[in-house]
């Protein structure tokens, strides 16, 4: 066995707990953003992927596109089936067509979800009871079923009815989201489109038909961080490759730049070993890092893994 070998044997076996970090975290800046362009371009392009599906099941249309995601992006993961299903029963072009009235896209949302066989009534649920009622019937809407949704051990501010409530009405203000998201350069423009609030009925209500103490039910800088990560970079960068837009590559590149770092515990298990992390450019390569080549012991086709054994190649023939 040469240097070479005996040197990816050793990496793999410390693949899990992160061993190559300390190598990283020595490189100058110059060598770790190659290193982390690299990570970005393959974690963007294992994205696009997604999106392309999204895209080819919404027949070519963009907004559509813009809308899955959104509903992808907008919960927890446990529950990201049960956002998808529901786009789906309640298409973009329904709610455009309705969205000049706000409690029918807030009933269309809550209907359709099936969540509101959940909970008590008052007169806001009985109200949207209503309204869905007459639009089910208009739009050949079929409810899902409550149970397609995991709502234990969710954070309040994440629960699925706050979540549906911030949608609707988000989807209300402005028909050209889609647009807006691609014109969106930094973390500010990020809150100022998807930080919203729900309508005045969630002041007071955690739930439905269950009033509560008064506070504004907002989508938080720290989601709209996320939404910014995980839909507007990918989108840009999506859309950028479907219409050979250059600039609008960059665009997702320098947002990545500009929004603040994720911290998890793949981040921090790097940082043990040193590495920094100062953006979200740096925490998504990070995590392309740890989850599609340290955990599946790839150290041979990772940048980290064969800047190390070029070193040990060429250390060894000298």
Known sequence: MDAAERMLERLRDGAATYACGGFLAQLDDLQRTEIFTALIFDRLKRKMEMVDRLRIEAADNWNQTFYLLYFRTLGDRVNQQAYLELA??????IVLRERLAPLAVEALFFGASGLLELYADDE?????RDRFAHLSVKYNI???NASAWVLTEIRPANHPVLRLAQAAEFFTRDEFVMGRTMGCRNEEMIRELFCV??????RTHHIPGAASDESPKRIGNFKANIIGINLVAVLQFAYSVYTDNEALRDSALTLLERL?????????AWREHGVR???AFDSQALLQLATEYCAKGRCAECPVGRRILGRAKTAADR
Not at 124 to 128: F, G, K, V
């Open 88 to 93: 789906r029963r309640v298409p973009y072009k």
């Open 124 to 128: 806001h649920t009985l109200a949207l």
């Open 142 to 144: 079929l409810p899902m």
């Open 197 to 202: 609030e729900a309508s005045p009925y969630w």
């Open 260 to 268: 603040r770092a994720e911290d998890n515990r793949f981040t921090r």
């Open 277 to 279: 992390n100062r953006s």
